[in-house]
């Protein structure tokens, strides 16, 4: 299993990015898939995660309204839509993928993260002041 995160950078406060986690190796639909993210001294926490049952989304109170999960099974990728950046967002973003879990918010609160099946490589976002 691999997965490629693409498609953070340096953006202004209230700016806009979108990430992009591609599998591979994988048979996509099989997959709960989301995205976590990580300040230096701090746990990650996962943010949003996608799977193909409902509810098929899942959001972290924080990013509610201004992040977007969603997932093109023909490109076997999962995309991050975040709008109304704020300084807080600024972390490193990582991506993972999990066949073991039946639902969105059960990847992204598991609590042992680092046992999920696969993580993608970060990806940094800063949002300036």
């Known amino acids: 299993v691999q997965l490629q995160a693409s498609g953070g950078g340096l953006v202004q406060a209230g700016g806009s990015l979108r990430l992009s986690c591609t599998a591979s190796?994988?048979?996509?639909?099989?997959?709960?898939i989301g995205w976590f993210r990580q300040v230096p001294g701090k746990e990650r926490e996962g943010i949003s995660c996608i799977y193909k049952y409902e509810p098929r989304t899942y959001y972290e109170d924080s990013v509610k309204g201004r992040f977007t999960i969603s997932s093109d099974k023909a490109r076997n990728t999962v995309y991050l839509e975040m709008r109304d950046l704020k300084p807080a967002d600024t972390a490193v973003y990582f991506c993972?993928?999990?066949?073991?879990?039946?639902?969105?918010?059960?990847?992204?609160?598991?609590?042992?993260?680092?046992?999920?099946?696969?993580w993608g490589q970060g990806t940094q976002v800063t949002v300036s002041s």
């Open positions: 190796g994988i048979t996509f639909d099989d997959y709960a």
């Open positions: 993972a993928a999990d066949s073991r879990l039946t639902r969105a918010h059960a990847l992204c609160t598991y609590p042992n993260p680092d046992h999920l099946d696969a």
